[in-house]
């Protein structure tokens, strides 16, 4: 495995099991990711677009195959330790925002670093550069029902790149935005990837947003039918 | 921020609901420790009344009066050892709330049939002679600060003093001391004489007796010839054990405690009910909000105390302050119920029990939904977001 390839995924196959049947989505998925990549996965509806980066994230195992993450292989980590990497590793930001309705924009954007051993001062200083870095210091007492939804979802980014994680990883995150505010988002998650290093995965439909990105991936049929790299 | 705050803002997310499920854990809490407390002081007052000391009372009911001559007569049946009047004062201290189990007794006789109050010779003599005299109970004359030669004004709240007014001086003779420690020495004793000559309500007459026997055995022989030899007059008389008396009395009340008590379980059970499953509901109303702390990093572990917790604090937070009214209001009627419930008194016991239901009632409301938060997979919770 080379020193730029951040994720690896040997032969990873996926399937559910509904009643008698058996729903395969992937039976043999190879792909490797590289550190500093920006990679868009795109795909019709069904696809196992969430369900690929689910398995990325640590939340879905596997049912055969292996993932690497950085040396580590992740696939067969135990439930509690699996949790503990992706505290460490992974940003989440998701396509409905999900912010602690009943916590303001600075309590959501602190949540993982309650995972760490950050001292208070040092927690709250995270906090201020990364809500300065989206643009929103100004609203860091404002609950999310007073913010639309472009600004929740920087708020969720902050949080996702509070702890400083090696990977953000993005399930359609400007599903639910209007052209303009998806756009300021998608510019916001080129820069996290240009400017501070950030490998980001990001499933979308929307090819526009994909345009974001440094390379897509097309998957059908629990296969990459396709790749391309954006100059 | 920490763990807490989150719990705290879980917790308080909606107001009136949280409102609600407290008031409801408060009620069963201030009924639990309103009923408990009266059960033991019923309990205690019928296992502390003597078995061989006869009470006489008119026979309407205990609190009419009883002419001073039946004293002589009563003095004079075969088989009485030693028989003693009592007047009841209805006394306190300064405000009405202090009130004192306050009797206005023959000293001699009286220190002749309960012998269980100790006292020094001295102060007993200095009692005997001094018409003013009082003798105060260890423990009444801790919680005022009394001391022996002080002199403390009582007032009734029964009586008028012949010189106007409701309040009369006593000196303290003496204190008392009861021959076990379950005998309540919150009372205080005086002379029967000093109390009909300044009272204006006439002075033939005398509130209860109280008498021993030579023997156990002729109780009832002589509880019969007593209320044989009343038969037909002015006042008849029922007279019976100590114990009896106090049993019967609390019968009455005790059938009345069941049914409370019952009541109290039933709306425990309800209430149980109703908060497990206020519980249940609000926990999977962040069904999403917990798949999130768990995508995050939050440990199962973690998010199960965050949410046992959450019920835990509600059921403190209702069932203290239920325990604290509970205790006010025990408090506030304890001196007014006095004279039939001496014990009652909402305990450490008493605390301690139900300081456990709320840990119990906690545990049990929290426990399932925290189990679900714990088990809750990240995947199928956000599969069934919208
Ligand atoms: N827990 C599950 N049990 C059974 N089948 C599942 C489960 N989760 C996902 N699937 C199925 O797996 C397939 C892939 O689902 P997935 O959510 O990954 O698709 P997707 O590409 O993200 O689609 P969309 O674009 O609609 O979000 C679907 O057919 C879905 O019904
Ligand atoms: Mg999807």
Known sequence: MSEDVLFQLNGVGKSFVKGKEKISIFDDLNMSIERGDFVAIMGPSGSGKTTLLNMLGGVDQPTSGEIWFDGTRIDSLSESALTRWRAQNIGFIFQFYNLMPMLNAQRNVELPLLLTKLSKAQRRKNVETALALVGLSDRAKHMSSEMSGGQQQRVAIARAIVSDPKLILCDEPTGDLDRATADEILEMLQLLNRDHGKTIVMVTHDPAAAKYAKLTLHLDKGKFVQREIVA | MNDLYLIYKNMTRKPLRLFLTCFAIFIAFLIFGAVTSLKTALNSSVELSADNRLVVFNRINFTQSLPISYFQKVAAVEGVKDVTHLNWFGGYYQEQSRQIVSLAVDPESYLRVYE?????????????????????????????????????????????????GYTWEFVVSGIFKGDSEQYDTRQMLFHYKYFMETQTFGNDWIGWMALTTDDPSLNEKVAKTIDDSFANSQSETDTSTEKSFNKAFIEQIGNIGLIIFSVVFTAFFTILIVVGNTMALAIRERTGEIAVLKTLGFSSARIFRMVLSESLLI?????????????????????????????LILDGDIALQALLFMLLLGIITGLLPAFNALRLNIVSAFNRQP
């Open chain 2, 116 to 164: 269980e109050i100790v006292i020094p010779e001295e102060q007993k003599q200095a009692w005997f002679n001094n018409r003013q005299g009082a003798l105060v109970g260890e423990k009444l004359a801790q919680i005022y600060g009394w001391k022996v030669g002080d002199r403390i004004p009582i007032s009734s709240n029964i009586f008028t003093h012949k010189d106007g």
């Open chain 2, 315 to 343: 059921a403190f937070i209702g069932g203290l302050s239920g325990l604290a009214a509970a205790w006010l209001l025990v408090e506030g009627v304890k001196t007014f119920l006095a004279r039939f419930l001496p014990n």
